[in-house]
């Protein structure tokens, strides 16, 4: 299982860290990647992150104001949001892929969490 945390409200111009948490398996054997779905817009790829955290991958639309990491004693990886703008609000989910090598497409995944809000308003 994966467990997304940490959206709410903020600012534009603004930052937030999500985490995803896995539990049940070792996330560190698998890709994992950051996905957003906007209220009537299709699921996109974010940021992905391969097994060895030596490969990352970006949307073009967030590019330089979003990194991925990962923490693989704890299984966790994170996504640091910076500069936020209002087009960035959705909710964001975290899936994990077992070739490891990440992917932006979200038909890459087998293994999705529950989701996590982030609003990005004034």
């Known amino acids: 299982q994966l467990q997304a945390s940490g959206g709410g409200l903020v600012q534009p111009g603004g930052s937030l860290t999500l985490s995803c948490q896995a539990s049940g398996f070792t996330a560190a054997w698998h890709g994992v990647g950051w996905f957003r779905q906007a209220p009537g817009k299709e699921r996109e790829g974010v940021a992905s992150?391969?097994?060895?955290?030596?490969?990352?991958m970006y949307a073009d639309a967030v590019k330089g104001r979003f990194t991925i990491s990962r923490d693989t004693a704890n299984d966790t990886v994170y996504l640091q949001m910076d500069r936020l703008k209002p087009d960035d609000t959705a909710v964001y989910y975290c899936?994990?892929?077992?070739?490891?090598?990440?992917?932006?497409?979200?038909?890459?995944?087998?293994?999705w969490g529950q989701g996590t809000l982030v609003t990005v308003s004034s």
């Open positions: 899936a994990a892929e077992v070739v490891g090598r990440g992917s932006l497409d979200p038909r890459s995944y087998n293994d």
């Open positions: 992150i391969s097994n060895t955290g030596e490969d990352e």
